[in-house]
């Protein structure tokens, strides 16, 4: 039988935290990048060729879509890149920010003093987030403070291999042949370096959340965008023109025009004339004919234009 897993260390807690949010993070990059493709796919020339120039705001309403939903991905992308190059944090760095990221003391939204004012990871994070107000009587180190004692602990373990004495609170003058002593500050060194460590795994985790909740905040909006641009892009670019469905008996009115109506592919002889044809695709207003075969003009099919003439349907007789 296998032994119970202790509880998980904190920092382990933080790291494995920002893992899951950045592989989110890569995850919306990817998706962001296929609704681009689809998006990019989606705009058509043949949707763009229903704008002609004779309409020009609806082209400019559909350019205008389009680009509104490629900036919208465009944003979500920079934001879950800023979520995966929050730079490391550093004990130093967190004191330089510490210090001039101070606001005013705030009215604290729960009873005082609690854990987080004596512990530093938690103390800091509530700081930061402005969830309580240290109380002055608390023990609590800031990060300055945090720091401070663990330069000032380096510097003198230093000292001590250089062959110097140094002066140690509670104990005196230690020598480096003080091995106790050595032993001491050594301890107290690494009791303050995995603090340090724990409160910048703690901090790299708070800015990497806060990243985060940016991107859910953009990702948010963009969809509103997206789906607003894709339903403007839609209108726009809709055919007006009512598709031939079944078979639909009309007169075909030939132009005048002998090269014209030669060019579509009747005769010259048909040029003028009024023929009877049978609409089998195209629209309403420009169908696809097939006209049937009359003296000097026999049947063909035709793509009517206003170049060549002008079809209108024969009422049914029902």
């Known amino acids: 039988m296998a032994l119970p897993e202790g509880p998980t260390p904190p920092g382990n807690v933080f790291t494995e935290a920002m893992l899951s949010i950045t592989d989110t993070a890569k995850w919306i990059i990817g998706a962001s990048a296929v609704v681009a493709g689809v998006l990019l796919a989606g705009v058509s020339l043949k949707d ?49 920010y510490e210090q001039s990221e101070r606001k005013p003391p705030r009215v604290p939204t729960r009873p005082i003093p609690t854990v987080a004012d004596y512990d530093d990871v938690l103390g800091y994070l509530a700081r930061l987030k402005g969830e309580v107000q240290p109380d002055p009587a ?33 104990r005196g003058t230690v020598t480096p042949n003080d091995q106790e002593g050595i032993n001491l500050l050594k301890e107290e060194l690494a009791v303050l370096q995995g603090r340090a460590a724990l409160l910048e795994d703690a ?38 023109e009512v598709p031939v469905g079944s078979p639909i008996e009309e007169r075909f009115s030939v132009s005048t025009n002998r090269s014209a109506v030669k060019e579509a592919g009747m005769r010259a002889e048909c040029a003028g004339r009024t023929l009877s044809a049978v609409a089998i695709g195209g629209t309403l207003e420009n169908p696809r004919l097939m006209t049937l075969s009359e003296t000097g003009c026999p049947a063909a099919i035709v793509d009517v234009s206003d170049e ?8 049914s007789s029902k």
């Open 48 to 96: 763009v060729s229903n704008l002609d120039d004779e309409d020009p705001l609806r082209l400019v309403l559909a350019a205008v879509a389009v680009f509104v939903a490629l900036v919208a991905v465009a944003f979500v992308i920079k934001r879950a890149g800023d979520v995966l190059t929050v730079p490391d944090t550093t004990i130093s760095r967190l004191s330089v």
């Open 308 to 315: 060549i003439g002008r079809a209108i349907p024969v009422p």
């Open 138 to 170: 608390c023990t609590a180190l800031s990060v300055q403070e945090l720091y401070s004692q663990y330069t000032d602990t380096l510097h003198k373990v230093d000292q001590l291999r250089r062959g110097r004495e140094v002066q140690v609170e509670g």
């Open 203 to 240: 901090a790299q985790f708070y800015f990497v959340q806060k990243a985060f909740t940016r991107l859910k905040t953009v990702m948010l909006v963009s969809v509103v965008a997206i789906t607003c641009a894709t339903v403007v892009f839609t209108w726009t670019t809709r055919s007006s």
